[in-house]
């Protein structure tokens, strides 16, 4: 079929995009607006004596002014803290209130202290301004080691030692005895360096409210309305959900940022219910930098052991961890349940065991980041085996092959738990090797233009889809327009493509009668659970098969009725149903006419995770004069199990790589160690790459389908963030070896690349 799965359908969406038609929360406009503005904190540390705001309540065109004392005299509650775990030693981690507005203490740069509302955007700047803050600034401490150290800086008296949570998955002490036992153990000491997310579109909430009804509408830039609606809405107002309708627009990208509820979504509700009138909020750039969510943050000591004959035995990992000032929604996710039982990637591992203290320290809070957790796996195990390799004089791709677990050996189970169940890994790496002509580079290695080069290669696994719900609603109207309700939220993936056609091949309808609509927790659908984890096309997908099919269900049996048939004497294809051996048929649009519409709803559950994986090659010049790093070639051949649209999948790979080449060459969040004060506050400081920073990437897939859902497909938005990171940093170092350069912690930037090129020198 012309615009069956598989094929290379051209993007639906993007026309609006492009021609500036796409409708996001800053195009939504309502009569009667205010403007909102917060108050942030401007110290990163400090006790919060009081507030004055009686000089902004004063000014003209301000109505409001809102401190924690009004919320709390309110009932008004503290954001949710969606994952709490037990700690290691036993008793749960404590949970220290997140509240919307700063109460007692400031604890991180940024922090929302007042919520001023105003007639203008203007005015608002110009109220919070005139809001005075006394604080008696107090040290603070924006590393976990620091965190950690006898005399740091206490942040929450619940937690002494500024210990938000001590986690270990596996046995330590049979890791300790397997390493002892191992011919050769290899150690390293890796950063995976803090990241602010710069989405696109900064984020934004509008908050109204009906007196008569008492109902609530959010409308703001997520990954997921009911996702919002589910955490935020009880646990902040302590009303039922229902009372609270979350509409999600077209949003220009989130990256698990735009997954979790903010203070400020919350109190454009607040504020709209005491004022009677819309309040819509918008951050600025600036803003985004302090109080957006950021990612990664943590420190770890790796150590991997092997026998005699190149084998692994045993890996264990100790890390240290940031939660930043405040608990977010899944802060503690990603350096506990979601990175390391990936910590054994794509190999055979006999014990492997993780140890993880995650501190609080005075900046932005941390929460997931395109991988969650997965990037931090597949750098820590990918940089060891490269190393191992390099120390045993083997070759990259030998150790990996020598320790891959085998298809034959599939469904496998790893030492960490994790049940994978498909995929032939040292096929798809030897054919990523092939694709970046690994053969022929020591040749390309050996020209002579005084720039230094090396290639590196990765291979990374990820778990995704993970277990949860999904609801789709396909409506075919008695006009003939068909209609996709569905609860995943498109933040710039391409999900109305993908869905347009995956109703269109099993419809045999034109796709452009075919429209999705996802974002409304109003829309008629089963169940909803957003857009994490790459679970779109898993769950999503998996919910529009069910709805399609009972859509067909219903159709044939009106057909049959047409046609004076039994149902069991139809066949369906190309968009009619047919009694074979006749021709006689009747399209699916005549049959929704008749019925005067046909509606299917499909509920779908996925019991099991998905595990996408690939070959990542990255080909680099170094030029020894002044560290800058070229980036030549970039080869991936990725197991993505079925592909449904191959245009779709490339965009999604070629961002993910780009993300995670920013993060591995450029990107570093810097705080002031002393003051915790934002050192890379804007985009004059914080690096993000450009096209000239990247080749064109050569993207292809070998794919082996999935068994746990009914599609056979693997997810694929975060992949290519996990795989770029190690394979640039293997290339780097593959061309710094001869120098006697063995690691280099991201980001490698040309004066941190420059000075280890200078600190090699003899003498």
């Known amino acids: 079929m012309k615009f069956g799965l598989g094929q290379p359908f051209r993007r639906v969406e993007d026309l609006r995009f492009i021609t500036g038609t796409g409708h996001y929360t800053d195009d939504h406009r309502y009569e009667g607006e205010l ?35 009004e919320l709390e005299a309110d009932g008004i509650g503290s954001l949710p803290v969606v994952i709490v775990l037990d700690h ?40 919070a301004e005139a809001v005075a803050l006394d604080i008696d600034e107090l040290p603070a401490v924006v590393e976990p080691a620091a965190a950690f150290a006898d005399d740091a800086p206490q942040l929450f008296d619940e937690a002494p030692g500024n210990l938000a949570l001590h986690w270990t998955l596996g046995d330590l002490g049979e890791a300790d005895a397997a390493l002892a036992a191992s011919d050769r153990v290899v ?100 803003e985004a930098f302090l109080s957006d969510t950021q990612g990664r943050d943590n420190y770890s000591t790796a150590k991997l052991g092997i026998d005699a004959e190149g084998r692994f035995t045993a890996l264990k990992v100790e890390t240290l961890a940031s939660s930043g000032g405040a608990l977010s929604a899944f802060g503690v996710y990603c350096p506990t349940l979601s990175g390391p039982p990936m910590a054994p990637g794509v190999y055979r591992v006999p014990s492997v065991a993780t140890d993880v203290r995650i501190a609080y320290t005075n900046n932005a809070p941390m929460d997931a980041y395109r991988g969650a957790g997965r990037p931090e796996a ?64 020591e040749a390309r290695r050996g020209k002579d233009d005084g720039r230094l080069r090396g290639i590196g290669l990765a291979y990374y696994i990820e778990r995704t889809g993970v277990p949860g719900k999904e609801g789709a609603t396909v409506e075919i109207s008695a006009a003939g327009d068909v209609t996709v309700h569905v609860g995943t939220q498109s933040t710039g993936q ?74 069991r004497e139809l066949e369906f294809d190309d968009g009619a149903f047919r009694v074979p051996g006749t021709n006689r048929h009747v399209g699916i649009l005549d049959v929704a006419a008749k019925a005067g519409g046909i509606e299917g709803v499909g509920d779908f559950e996925q019991l099991a995770g998905t595990f996408p994986n690939g070959a990542h090659v ?65 985009f004059m400081d914080y690096g993000l790459p450009r096209a000239e920073d990247l080749p064109f990437f050569d993207v292809s897939t070998r794919n082996t389908p999935c068994t746990t859902n009914p599609l056979g497909i693997k997810g694929a938005g975060e992949a290519g963030a996990i795989g770029a990171p190690p394979a640039f940093v293997n290339a780097v170092i593959d061309a710094l070896a001869p120098l006697g350069i063995d690691h280099l912690d991201m980001p490698l930037t040309p004066s941190r690349v420059w000075e280890a090129i200078e600190a090699a020198k003899p003498g």
């Open 494 to 567: 391409g999900h109305e493509t993908t869905y347009v056609q995956m109703t269109a091949e099993t419809l045999g309808i034109d796709p452009a009668r075919i429209t999705v609509k996802t974002g409304d927790t109003d829309q008629p659908i089963p169940s909803a659970g957003g857009t994490v984890a790459s679970r779109s096309m898993v769950h999503g997908g998996g919910a529009i098969r069910l709805a399609t099919g009972a859509v067909l269900a219903k159709a044939s049996e009106e057909a049959a009725r047409m046609l004076e048939v039994d149902t």
């Open 378 to 441: 597949a750098y820590l195990i990918e940089r060891l085996v490269d190393k191992a390799a390099r120390e045993l004089g083997l070759s990259p791709a030998r150790l990996r092959e020598i320790n891959m677990i085998a298809p034959e050996e599939m469904p496998h189970k790893t030492a960490t738990g994790v049940s994978y169940d498909s995929g032939d890994f040292a096929n798809v790496m030897h054919a990523g090797m092939k694709a970046a002509d690994w053969d022929g580079f």
């Open 88 to 127: 290691a030693e036993g008793g749960r981690m404590p949970v220290p209130a997140h509240t919307l507005l700063a109460r007692g203490k400031v604890r991180y740069l940024g922090e929302p202290v007042a919520f001023v509302v105003a007639t203008s955007a203007m005015a608002a700047l110009e109220a």
């Open 618 to 682: 990255c080909e680099v010049a170094v030029d020894p004069e002044t560290g800058v790093i070229t980036v030549e070639r970039y080869t991936v051949v990725d197991d993505f199990g079925r592909t449904l649209n191959p245009l779709v999948l490339s965009g999604q790979i070629h961002g993910g790589i780009a993300q995670g080449i920013g993060q591995a060459m450029m990107e570093r969040t810097v705080y002031d160690p002393e003051t915790g004060q934002m050192l890379s506050g804007s």
């Open 187 to 286: 150690e390293l000491e890796l950063v995976n360096n803090r990241i602010v997310v710069s989405s696109m579109e900064p984020r934004n909430a509008i908050g109204l409210f009906d007196g008569e009804s008492g109902q609530f509408t959010l409308i703001s830039g997520t990954q997921g309305s009911h996702m919002i609606r589910a955490w935020l809405f009880e646990a902040v107002f302590g009303l039922p959900g229902e009372k609270l309708r979350v509409i999600t627009p077209d949003v220009g990208g989130g990256f698990g940022m735009k997954a979790i509820p903010y203070p400020e979504q919350a109190l454009v509700l607040y504020a709209a219910r005491k004022l009677g009138r819309p309040v819509r909020w918008q951050s600025s750039r600036a």
């Open 35 to 69: 403007h909102a503005a917060v108050v942030r904190a401007p110290v990163a540390h400090g006790v919060l004596n009081g507030v004055d705001a009686e000089a902004a309540r004063a000014m003209e065109d301000v109505l409001a002014v809102y401190t924690a004392d």
